[in-house]
């Protein structure tokens, strides 16, 4: 793991540096290119993501919680990337502005992935109170 952070820190780094060079002479391009070293260090830790996800599997499985109530809370955290990336990516391009409508989207749409956990707690919660 330790090397393929190496590798990520050299992308980091090598498309800071040229991202700098091109801004002075065209934005769009260093944006593109921004948003291409992003791309390349997701597929970087896909085996990393996997193996997370086959954890979590089997956590679920262990404990005996249904994969069901696993999905929303993996949406959840897919969602909470994604919209990093993608403000990061708005505040870098100069446009805060949709950022922050980004972020606002990504909060109701967290809410309404976790509904299924919201009301699977509440009937739990209703069974124990009985």
């Known amino acids: 793991m330790i090397e393929l952070m190496f590798k990520i820190?050299?992308?980091?780094v090598i498309t800071?540096?040229?991202a700098a060079l091109l801004r002075k002479y065209t934005s769009e391009l260093s944006l593109l290119l921004v948003l291409s070293a992003g791309v390349l260090?997701?597929?970087?830790?896909s085996d990393a993501?996997?193996?997370v996800l086959g954890f979590f599997q089997e956590l679920a499985q262990l404990v005996g919680i249904e994969e069901e109530l696993l999905e929303p809370i993996a949406k959840t955290v897919a969602l909470s990337v994604l919209t990093r990336m993608t403000v990061e990516l708005c505040r870098g391009a100069g446009e805060p502005g949709v950022g922050a409508f980004v972020e606002i989207c990504a909060t109701i749409l967290s809410i309404c992935v976790l509904m299924p956990l919201l009301r699977a707690i509440t009937v739990?919660?209703?069974?124990?109170?009985?």
């Open 9 to 12: 820190v050299a992308v980091g």
């Open 16 to 18: 800071v540096v040229l």
């Open 41 to 45: 260090m997701l597929l970087l830790i």
């Open 49 to 51: 993501l996997m193996l």
């Open 124 to 130: 739990l919660m209703g069974e124990i109170l009985r």
